[in-house]
């Protein structure tokens, strides 16, 4: 029971550095010390002693923001914002002191070097990798359908053991995981491109997005797509069950003792063989059957949602263009003579580049009567019959049915607040019907949307949980005003 208790010894207030006052500070270090003992450039030949891991610490606390703590409240003050860590110097020392003190990182002698190095602990390198990979762009060539299929390969051929059908299996869960990225990854990309629709950034994010489906995602609907390899890797499990030798399965059974106790003590059924097999099948089905079509539905929304922005964009800029003349018009009307001398003077230095051409009076030809009567013929939409209608009426009703409008969202707070006379709780917003829940869930970004400048949403330390969803509540209150 001991070794499962995580909260022990040193690591007693492990995660007390990352819920402190400098907790971006803490983070960005933990980041550069992380690239600088595990990273690709890592010098693996030195180790970090007090000096050096001083200097990597003093570049990130001279480069880091200074965040305002004069707005802290008295109880959220902590060591790392008292007058002491005011001075560089003094911040560093005490960094150093709070991730030695709370398990991040630990002293051990260097015999080579004769001196006290320093390293992170195992649970600390774990947590720092995280944070280490969050800004760090993806290397993965995501090849896991592939090694999935040719591990199952080498599984098949004489001298196929255990570790190969380990293998198989990692790699057939990692399919699974490497869609999930994928389709967070773009879903969070279409609920950002429509909050960020009137800023510049979000078509830099679209490059972006070009540059990494480029890198990445190409290969999981290509060569790594589920589709083209699920097949393979079916014909071989199925194989693998009925062709195997009775030696060879005895032999991977024991095998699987040692190599995968997990798998013996997680398995249902008499053999451990085969039940790995079988979740190899219903991970690359699923992988086919699921993800991978949510992942193209999700990419094909939010290329839509770009055009659509990028059009919109084009016709705004187009229509001021057009404006622009009547603008200069109206303006020059309002003006006296001298005025407008100067003002279409200055017009004319602009546009003197501009070349003007007319239409030829002859290439103006009037309609017959009888082609007159085939356009209007044809002008006239046929009405569509009453089938498609009403299937185009069910559709729409469909699309619309759970759709909350971000300001009636916004005037139905409003109407509570002052019913009320006092905030009101995320955790105490009914959940009874679809639309309310739909509502609850969208309550924050609407109450945070340009339209609602005179609410706010703080976030409270409790938690949500009321059987429908899990998440931070918040207290929604009007704005004070001074």
Known sequence: MSESIFFVSERKRFFRPLNSSRR???????????????????DVSETLNRESLRDALMSIVRDHHERNLDQLDAEDRDELSSEEAADPVQLVALIIRVLLGDGWLEQFPDRNGLVVAFRFTRPGKLFAEALWALNRPSRSRQRNMRSCRNALDALLADGGDAHDLVDAYEYAERVISDLNDTLEFINERIRLVMVQSAETAQWEDFLEFLKRFQREFSKQLTVDSATLNRNAIVAKVEL??????????????????????WAVAEHSGESVTDWMLERIDELVNAAHRLKQPSVLRAMNTYVNRITGL????????????????MRAVTLIASQDTSSQDRILARIGERIASAEVRLLDPFSFKLRTVGQRRKASLVSVRPRP????????????????????????LIQKMRAELRVFQHPVKLSGLPVATALDVLAAMQMVEAVRSPSASDLRATRLPGRVDNGVFVGYDYEIEFRKTS
């Open 24 to 42: 971006e500070l803490i983070a960005d270090c933990l980041r550069a010390l992380y690239d600088r003992l595990h990273g690709p450039g890592a």
């Open 240 to 261: 693998l069950r009925t062709q195997m030798s009775q030696a060879k399965f005895e032999r991977l059974e024991q095998q699987l003792q040692d190599v995968a106790a």
């Open 310 to 325: 990028i059009q919109q964009s084009m016709m705004l800029r187009t229509g001021s263009d057009r404006h622009a003349y």
């Open 385 to 408: 019959p009453r089938e498609a209608r009403l299937a185009a009426a069910l559709e729409t009703a469909q699309a619309t049915a759970f759709e909350v409008s971000h300001i009636s």
